[in-house]
């Protein structure tokens, strides 16, 4: 009997790739208004978004992680802008300049962030019959204004934080942690995501059904990740759900 769903936030619940471009685009804009014609704005603004996903080159590796460790998120992200601008011929960026854009980016992104069509009101209908609770990576610098952006708490039973725990996903400890909070077993739980290596790879290996949201992107056989359910949109997540639960429920909800 399944009596919990566990979801990923980005990419499952949240329509964060939109936030980003949005981010990106203005971002790109402001650049190139401050600085003029000899920055391309654009591939700042890309390599901006790439840098604070962690998308590193060993140098960048060997530098940001212990500014974060001994300084935090936000003081990474400022060296990061002012690396990049650096790396355009902008040598002399205050750190003022670069808090100023780094806050713009956070501004832009959070309005342009919100919940994919349809998932506030399955969400509600949902909570009605099961434990609903949300499983997102990333660090409090960015994952907390994100989830009182949409409200989350109004939605969902439970929230874990990756950056709050002591190991993010794949780690069986968060999922562990969410059957705690849920009152039941792996067996009686989904865990939806979009990330084959996080979201997927660790539900299986706690023992929960993994529901993947592929956004069109094919299965990597190489990888052996096969999730047990698959949806191409996170639209289609409420009738997988309804399906997996059964048709009384799906009638309950109605």
């Known amino acids: 009997m399944l009596k919990a769903l566990f979801f990923d936030l980005d990419e499952t619940l949240c329509d964060?790739?939109?936030?980003?471009?949005?981010?990106?685009?203005?971002?790109?804009?402001?650049?190139?208004a401050r600085h003029g014609p000899r920055v391309d704005g654009t591939a700042f603004a890309e390599a901006y978004?790439?840098?604070?996903?962690?998308?590193?080159?060993?140098?960048?590796?060997?530098r940001y992680l212990?500014?974060?460790?001994?300084?935090?998120?936000?003081?990474?992200?400022?060296?990061?802008?002012?690396d990049l601008l650096a790396r355009c011929g902008v040598a002399?960026?205050?750190?003022?300049?670069?808090?100023?854009?780094?806050e713009k980016f956070d501004r832009d992104r959070l309005a342009a962030f919100d919940f994919y069509p349809g998932i506030p009101e399955?969400?509600?209908?949902?909570?009605?019959?099961?434990?609903?609770?949300?499983?997102?990576?990333?660090?409090?610098?960015?994952?907390l204004p994100k989830i009182e952006r949409v409200?989350?708490?109004?939605?969902?039973?439970?929230?874990?934080v990756g950056g709050q725990e002591p190991?993010?996903?794949?780690?069986?400890?968060?999922?562990?942690?969410?059957?705690?909070?849920?009152?039941c077993e792996p067996w009686e739980a989904v865990h939806v995501g979009d990330n084959l290596h996080t979201d997927v790879a660790g539900a299986l290996s706690s023992g929960l059904t993994a529901l993947w949201v592929s956004h069109q992107r094919p299965l990597d056989a190489e990888l052996g990740i096969a999730p047990h359910h698959q949806v191409v949109?996170?639209?289609?997540?409420?009738?997988a759900i309804w399906r997996l639960a059964g048709d009384g429920k799906r009638e309950a909800a109605r």
């Open 66 to 82: 212990p500014l974060i460790e001994k300084e935090g998120e936000a003081a990474f992200r400022i060296q990061l802008i002012r």
């Open 122 to 143: 399955f969400l509600r209908e949902a909570r009605r019959h099961f434990t609903l609770v949300v499983i997102t990576n990333g660090p409090e610098f960015s994952q």
């Open 92 to 102: 002399a960026v205050s750190e003022g300049e670069a808090l100023a854009l780094q």
């Open 16 to 32: 964060t790739l939109r936030a980003n471009r949005t981010a990106v685009e203005l971002l790109a804009r402001a650049v190139e």
């Open 167 to 183: 190991e993010e996903k794949p780690a069986r400890s968060i999922f562990q942690k969410a059957l705690r909070l849920a009152g």
């Open 151 to 160: 409200n989350l708490p109004a939605y969902v039973d439970h929230i874990l």
């Open 49 to 62: 978004l790439k840098g604070i996903y962690r998308e590193w080159d060993e140098e960048q590796r060997a």
């Open 233 to 239: 949109h996170p639209s289609e997540i409420p009738a």
